[in-house]
């Protein structure tokens, strides 16, 4: 069974530049959601959703995050524009059974 | 509200040693609790869980008993080896009906050398 798909797997940037991040999840899993892991800490949950609905939102910074899984599969994640706080890993995860399943994760560097 | 603390590390043991990690939590009712494992260069993985009380959840020889009266959820394994260095990664689940979220500890680095 595949796992789930991130891509790119490295970026770098500039201070307000914009950049999106893609996500595949396991075939068939409902559930999608966005980590964002700081250097040191462990994932804080950005979103949820919900086959193609959103569950949990509150801590996403909407001024300047925004997410969209438009057919309830694959879904992006975008900063726009991007802050040097924002440096980070972006995990994706999905499940079926209450279990999640992370990708290797997108890593974020905002100069 | 919802929390999880994990014992600092990084910790550094020789091979074979015994391994403790300790982790707590605060959380409203009864949240199933997670060890999530991140090799290097690699995503996370579920190590093991436990949904209620005095479980105990095992894998690869990790073991770990969620202990209401201490709120503790505390992993052990009796002999590490060099391929269990990682980073290791507590965690919570607590949430309305669909909303399955998770919460993280800070993690602990675990390096094992022969």
């Known amino acids: 069974e595949a796992g789930v798909a991130q891509s790119p797997r490295y970026k770098i940037i500039e201070k307000r530049q914009s950049v999106a991040f893609w996500c595949n999840p396991i075939s068939g899993h409902a559930t999608l959601y966005w980590y964002q892991q700081i250097l040191g800490q462990g994932p804080k949950l950005l979103i949820q959703f919900q086959n193609n609905g959103v569950v949990d939102d509150s801590q996403l910074p909407k001024d300047r995050f925004s997410a969209e899984r438009l057919k309830g599969v694959d879904s992006t994640l975008k900063i726009q524009p991007a802050k040097l706080e924002d440096s980070a890993v972006y995990l994706c995860a999905s499940s079926s059974d209450r279990a999640q399943y992370f990708g290797p994760g997108t890593r974020l560097l905002v100069l | 509200g919802n929390s999880v603390t994990q014992m600092e590390g990084p910790v550094t043991l020789s091979e074979e040693a015994f391994l403790t990690i300790n982790c707590t939590y605060t959380?409203?009712?009864?949240?199933?609790l997670f060890w999530y494992v991140q090799y290097p260069g690699e995503g996370l993985q579920l190590l093991l869980k436990?949904?209620?009380?005095?479980d105990k959840g095992s894998n690869k020889g990790f073991e770990a008993t969620y202990r209401k009266e201490t709120t503790s959820f505390h992993l052990e394994k009796g002999s590490v080896q060099v391929s269990d260095s990682a980073v290791y990664f507590c965690?919570?689940?607590?949430?309305?009906?669909?909303?399955?979220?998770?919460?993280f500890g800070t993690g602990t680095r675990l390096t094992v050398i022969p």
């Open positions: 959380a409203t009712g009864y949240p199933s």
């Open positions: 436990a949904t209620k009380a005095d």
């Open positions: 965690a919570l689940r607590w949430g309305l009906a669909g909303a399955n979220n998770l919460f």
